[in-house]
Every structure is written in structure tokens, then in C-alpha cells.
């Protein structure tokens, strides 16, 4: 059953390519209505597969949530802040304070346009954010004490949060990869989470495999060219 069509806006505050804002249309039948990256190419990708989106080439803490909403009703918001300072792919290289609060921006929305759903999807090592030590690098003794922080801001600004961690291959997308993702309501509705439609438990879908959804017919030059 399709849900009605939200006439409230729709945002997607870091917009890359457009993969969000695709599975936001299929959801609720429309692209988002405004995509805000600081990032040229990032925006000329999602311009290319949302042609009716107003697109924001901007810093994120410097845009204004009541000039960008024109104060009209926002629906939803979704959030997928810079990940690699928060990864363990990053490795044992220093992280920037500064890009790992970016989710501190949401707080800003929440608190200053009050959408009514807030979405953010992270690295599953977004849950263990917390101060850095001198050397730039997590203490480890304080892990989670930042991520406790913006989660109590949510709240503290009308918001009922959960979060789940979640693998896209269980939905019926080729990628083992876990990710977190943290869903925040003010609207009083309950959060409701998918069930599982791709496993090897009875009843599921097999999963699928990146080799049977790729057009081999289509010619491409190799990466290291």
C-alpha cells in the first residue's frame, strides 16, 4: 500500500548521487524538494536524477532552515553526514572533530523547522562518537558520550529516537555492509521498522549477488584507466 502523498516538504541535507532521495521518491512518490551539498559534482549527479529538486551548493552550517523552507511545513528530513571520520576504514589515522559533528547540524533543523520525521543513515561506528584524546584520535574511555549528547538533544527538542543497525542485503540490495540508522518522530506515530525480505531463513527471498544485477552487455573501461 502506497502511503499519501506528503504535501509537507521533503530534504535530503547531504545530498550525494541521489540513491536517497530515489528510495525517498519510491517511498512517497516524489523527489525531495530541496538537496543541499557543498560539493559541485555531488550536486550535478543528483541534478542529473532529480531534475525537479532545488538544488543548495552550500555549506551546510551557513544555510538558513527558514530561508531554504520559506517556513512551510517540513515532513521529513534526511541526513547522511560525512561517514569517513567516524569509520574504522579510516584506520589509525587523526579524525576531524569538526566533520564528525556535522550531525550536530540536525539539531539546528530540529530545533529551528521541526520536521516532522528526521532521517539519518550512518557507519554503524556512528553510535560510538565521543571526544577526541590530544592526539585527534577517539577516547576510547568516553566512546558513545557524543552520540548520547545529540540523541538527548533530539529528544530534548519534541523527538521520539530510535536507532538499528541494518544490512541492505536483508532488503534485497548486493551489500553486506551493516549501516546505522537513526529514525526521529515528533508527529506522535509510531516508529516502525521493516522486516527482513531477502535471507536464508523460510519464507525469504534468496539474497542477491552484485554479479546477477550488473548488465555485463554494457562496454566500460577498466578503473585503472
Known sequence: MRLPLPTDLLGDSFAGGGGASLGIEMALGRS????????????????????????????????????????KPVFMLWASPDCRHHSKAKGGKPVSRSVRGLADVILLWAQEVKPRVILLENVEEFRDWGPLDADGMPCKARKGLEFARWVRGLEARGYMVEFKELRACDYG??????????????????ILWPAPTHGTATGLQPYRTAAEIIDWSIRAPSIFM
Open 173 to 190: 540490495t548486493p551489500t553486506i555492509r551493516k549501516r546505522l540508522f537513526v529514525v526521529a518522530r515528533r508527529d506522535m506515530k509510531p
Open 32 to 71: 525531495p524538494d530541496f538537496a543541499i551539498n557543498h560539493d559541485d559534482e555531488a550536486l550535478l549527479m543528483h541534478a542529473r536524477n532529480h531534475p525537479l529538486t532545488v538544488h543548495l551548493k552550500e555549506n551546510i552550517w551557513k544555510v538558513d532552515p527558514h530561508v531554504v523552507t520559506a517556513d
